[in-house]
């Protein structure tokens, strides 16, 4: 059984700042894995997604990892801002396509002080 | 233009009373999928659907049953309401003939048990 692990579930740091969250999977048999954000009293929004075969991934000051023989994957900010104050949640899809079924970390809500 | 739309954003019902969640996609996905976020954040699949047909049943209650008269649509239909059934309910959809494709959140149905 798949399980995600996202550790500390809780973060704060000053503006600025480079940061780095981790997720970590049980098992490596994954299509991809995706990372969203999540504001409060809102759905989840994709930030990014990385194929299997992929080792990276990057939006502007985002870029995410893929470690998939290791189970790891991590999404760096740079250069940190309050508007980036939200939960982040990593999930990996076991399947593709029609069949697609996320499995979800429990979420890091980051506090970015200005 | 809201990409997945889920009505109601807030409900408020008696134990043991039956309600119904709605769900509509205009991005012209063909599958789409309901997830339970429990008091603690964590967020799980419950149903998915391609195409009108239901791929994914995961060990939810026979209480809640969903129904996708198209696959623009995709409604939850939940019986004798329990105390443990408050929660966030997400809509989620997503392009099921082409891998490796992010899936798109509603904002949520916040249901409370009294």
């Known amino acids: 059984k798949q399980e995600v692990t996202q550790i500390p579930a809780a973060l704060s740091v000053p503006e600025g700042e480079n940061l780095v969250l981790n997720c970590s999977f049980t098992?490596?048999?994954?299509?991809?894995l995706q990372w969203f954000r999540q504001d409060p009293g809102k759905g989840l929004t994709s930030l990014l997604l990385?194929?299997?075969?992929?080792r990276e991934q990057t939006s502007g000051r985002l870029n995410a990892s893929l470690d998939k023989s290791s189970g790891r994957s991590t999404l760096y900010i740079a250069a940190s801002q309050p508007g980036d104050s939200a939960t982040y949640l990593c999930?990996?899809?076991?399947?593709?396509?029609?069949?697609?079924?996320?499995?979800f970390g429990k979420g890091i809500t980051l506090s970015v002080r200005p | 233009d809201t990409a997945v739309s889920q009505t109601p954003k807030y409900l408020v019902t008696q134990m043991g009373n039956d309600k119904s969640i709605k769900c509509e996609q205009n991005?012209?996905?063909?599958?789409m999928y309901w997830y339970k976020q429990d008091s603690k954040k964590f967020l799980k699949i419950m149903f998915s659907y391609n195409n009108k047909e239901l791929i994914i049943n995961e060990t939810v209650p026979n209480r809640f049953s969903p129904k996708s008269p198209d696959k623009a649509h995709l409604n939850l239909h939940i019986n004798s309401l329990e105390l443990g059934d408050s929660a966030v309910y997400f809509c989620?959809?997503?392009?099921?003939?082409?891998?490796?494709?992010?899936?798109?959140f509603g904002d949520g149905t916040r249901l409370s048990i009294l």
């Open positions: 999930a990996v899809d076991a399947y593709s396509g029609a069949n697609s079924k996320l499995t």
């Open positions: 989620a959809s997503s392009h099921g003939r082409i891998p490796n494709q992010p899936q798109h």
């Open positions: 991005l012209g996905h063909d599958t």
């Open positions: 990385i194929q299997s075969s992929q």
């Open positions: 098992d490596s048999a994954i299509y991809n």
